[in-house]
Every structure is written in C-alpha cells, then in structure tokens.
C-alpha cells in the first residue's frame, strides 16, 4: 500500500499550507514523480476557484466528485446584483427595535446578501438541511437546465410562488442534485463564520458520509471536531429489517481559531492523589494528537531511560525517516514546559510512561460527550403542536433543548453572539435563541 508522505520539498510545503488556509477544498493527496502519495495542490479546482468560466479537465486523484461540482464553486464565486431584502414591517413585531432577524427566501441568495454585511461576523451556525431521504422538497439548484425542462420536473412552489423540485432516488442526479445544493451553500456559510465560529449540521445515514466530505473540503478536514449522536426516538421501529434506527448525526466543523469547548461540572471525587500543593489525578503525558507537530515529537531522557510520545521507539523512528500523520502520537507539553514540570515536580515516571499532574483548582471541569442530552422527536412534534393549538403545521422539528446544548458547548453567559440557521423550518433555533436570551441576559 502506499505510504502518505507528509514531507515535501520545505518550500512548497509551506506554501500549500497558505493555500490551505483559503482554499481548503483544493488540497488532496496525490501521486508525485517517484510514485509516492504527498499532499499537493488540486490545480482543477484552484482554477475553478479563481475562474469566472467552468473549468475544463481533471486527472485521477483522492477527492470526491460529482457532476455539477465545478459549477457549484463557480455560482458561490458570482455574486448577484438583482436581488435585495426588503423589510416588512407589517408583517414584524417590534420591527425598529428587536436585533432578531427571519428572512423568508430561497437561502442560496439570502446566504449572498448577508455577506456584505454578516461577513465573518457569526458564532455559530446551526442547520437541519433535507436529508435527501428521497422525499424532500428542496429549491432547484440545477440551473443548466432549460426552462421547459425545469417546469416540467418542478410541481410544488413557495410561498413567494418560488417552484420547489421533489429530490427522488429515481432521479439520475439524486446525489449529485443535494451535493450541488449543500457544497455551494456551505462556502457561503464559512465565509459568514467569525474566525472562531462553528457550524453544527443535523443529518442522517443516507448523506452523512458524503456531507463529512464536502464539509471536509469546504472547513478543512483539520476542522472536524465531532459527528455528535442525537437519540432522536426511544421507540423500536418494528418493521425495521435490521436495526432500528434511532439516531441523527451532528456534524461540527469549525472555522479555524477555535481552541476548546466549554467543559460540563464534574466530581471532585476524581482527584484522588495529593501531594503538599493539593489534589490531583495523573494523565499520561503523550496522546494521539489532532494535529501532529514535530516540534512535540521530542525523545524525554530520564535517569538513563528514554521515553518516546506513543511509548514505541520503531513508530518514533519510523515518523523522523518517512514523515508524519497528522494523527500520530506527540507529548501534549512541549520541551520546555515538560522539563519545567520536572523542576518542580508536576511530572511523575512511573511503569515506563510519563504523566503529569491534573490539579484541582477549586471547580472540577470536564469536557462534554459526542452523545447531545437533548428532548426526543416525538416530544418536540408535541412541544410545537401545543403552540399551535394542537395542530400539526409542521414535521419533524428539531427540540429546542437540541439547539441550546449545542450552544452551550460555545457560548458565554450574556453574549451576544450572532447565531444563523438557514434552513429554519419551524424556526426551532430562533426559539432556542431567544429563550437562552431570557434565561441569561444575552441578546
Ligand atoms: C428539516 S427542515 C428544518 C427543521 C427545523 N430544524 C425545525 O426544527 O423545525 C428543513 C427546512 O429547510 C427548508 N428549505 C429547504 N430548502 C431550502 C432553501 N433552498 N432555502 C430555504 N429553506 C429551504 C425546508 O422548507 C424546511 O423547512
């Protein structure tokens, strides 16, 4: 099999890194003149990226394609200058001073107009796009077609009389249709994300592998933080051949300067071990890191023992001869921290690892699981019928409860962050969004 290199030549190496950084969907892994697999540029794509025309050509390489990619990047790339929001005040209430903003649209063109002004400016995005189950209604995106050719498969519109296309799996382009319609939605929506901003998106079996791709490519892949699990009914489904299902996925992508989040109370009873500073719990001082540094790769000497981060010295050696993976083991301090935390006993050898010391310090903090603690489905539909009287005006909502656990993972007490969803259905996040304002004062 072929062995991923990460080492290229220093100099390109650093410049795909800058390119990375705007363009993480033009990275890929591809074969170099010796035959080896590096990290190198997609030419295609960044052509496309930079092109104002569709780009023609394309040779074998790791990425997923579909037909009507290259134009989904060109039409994210155009702007539009025939559209424009216009506010209904009649329609509003407290139209001057309220900050809450619903707009009513096809979200691909809303997403353009919010760039002038909600560029880089939202914390958090959470969407519940149709899962293309093969029963949605989504909004045509397929604008090489004709005009008889579109009001021929269109039969549903909008409210604003907007013609809605019903997604079949016995449509040729099926997938191709709802990548199309996710991947040039996605660019727009990573643009609105603030530089630590993240995006949370709801889906299930039938796209999730395909959405971690495009999600790759568009955040990049050193951006996944988590696909969260969310047990969306109790209930056995009966008839199910094989499993019932009865979850949904959450996808979390961040935009980049994001470092942690928020950690759930914990018991103290966790720090067992004390010492004259107080209480603590050991951890093992080298993990499987996220993102693999060589500068944390480093060979700890002690009392004539040498210690390698991953505990083995062939994969130690293996990682300086033939290069790294961005998952490979490294210590978690760096040279300088670990030998500090020698000096004044903050690190322990003990059974051939080397741990340090978790101290307590007054709150005992940790991190929350992939598993969301959120309201079933069923509860939902019945929470959203109750507001309505007990009538059904909408399928499938989202829990509130769902949107204010994701929330809690990012968000501060009093904030005002901007959060988005453009895919709203019965407006579950807005209804989120203001209850955790009245809870917490935020806005
Ligand atoms: C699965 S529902 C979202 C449900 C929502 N999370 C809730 O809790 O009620 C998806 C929604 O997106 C809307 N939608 C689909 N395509 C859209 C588009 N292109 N622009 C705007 N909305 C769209 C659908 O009409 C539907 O209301």
């Not at 794509?45 to 989904?72: A, C, F, M, T």
């Not at 099926?174 to 630590?196: G, I, N, P, Q, T």
């Not at 050991?282 to 480093?298: A, E, I």
């Not at 929350?368 to 909502?397: M, V, W, Y």
Request: net charge negative; hydrophobic share 30%; with cysteine.
């Amino acid at each position: 099999m072929d062995k991923l290199k990460m080492q290229t030549p220093d100099l390109s190496e650093e410049n795909i890194k800058k390119i990375a950084e705007i363009f993480p969907n033009v990275i890929t892994e591809q074969q170099d003149e010796n035959g080896d697999i590096v990290k190198g540029v997609d030419f295609d794509l960044l052509k496309q990226e930079l092109s104002k025309n569709i780009v023609e050509g394309g040779e074998e390489r790791y990425r997923l394609d579909w037909p009507g990619k290259k134009s989904s990047i060109l039409k994210a790339n155009t702007p539009i200058t025939d559209k424009t929001l216009r506010p209904i005040p009649e329609e509003s209430v407290d139209f001057e001073n309220t900050e809450n903003l619903y707009i009513e649209g096809d979200n691909f063109e809303v997403l353009k107009l919010l760039q002038e002004s909600y560029l880089g400016k939202i914390k958090m995005i959470y969407i519940d796009p149709p899962y293309n189950t093969g029963k949605d209604f989504v909004y045509s995106d397929n604008f090489t077609q004709s005009k008889e050719e579109y009001d021929l498969e269109t039969k549903a519109v909008d409210g604003e009389g907007t013609k809605l296309f019903k997604n079949t799996t016995t449509n040729g382009r099926f997938h191709s249709d709802w990548l199309c319609m996710m991947y040039e939605r996605l660019v727009l929506a990573k643009d609105l994300l603030k530089d630590d901003g993240v995006i949370f998106i709801s889906i299930d079996d039938n796209e999730v592998h395909n959405l971690r791709k495009i999600c790759d490519e568009v955040f990049g892949e050193g951006n996944f933080i988590s696909s969260f699990i969310w047990k969306k009914t109790e209930n056995i489904k009966m008839d199910s051949h094989f499993v019932s299902i009865n979850k949904d996925f959450v996808l979390c992508y961040k935009k980049g300067k994001l470092t942690a989040f928020n950690k759930e109370m914990s018991d103290e009873d966790r720090f067992k071990l004390l010492d004259n500073k107080g209480k603590y719990y050991l951890r093992k001082l080298d993990s499987l890191s996220s993102s693999y540094s060589k500068s944390m790769d480093y060979v700890i000497e002690y009392e004539g023992k040498k210690y390698y981060p991953g505990g083995s010295f062939e994969k130690w050696k293996d990682r300086q001869d033939n290069g790294a993976n961005r998952k490979d083991a490294t210590w978690l301090w760096s040279k300088q921290k670990f030998e500090e935390g020698v000096t004044n006993e903050e690190i322990i050898f003990k059974n051939g690892n080397v741990y340090n010391k978790i101290r307590f310090t007054g709150e005992a903090k940790k991190p929350f699981t992939d598993f969301i603690d959120a309201d079933s489905g069923q509860s939902a539909q019945k929470d959203l019928n109750e507001l309505f009287d007990g009538r059904r005006i909408f399928d499938h909502p989202k829990p509130i409860n769902l949107i204010s656990w994701i929330y809690n993972l990012i968000g501060e007490n009093n904030s005002s962050d901007i959060i988005l969803d453009f895919f709203s259905g019965s407006a579950t996040t807005a209804h989120a969004v203001m209850q955790l304002n009245v809870e917490d004062g935020g806005k």
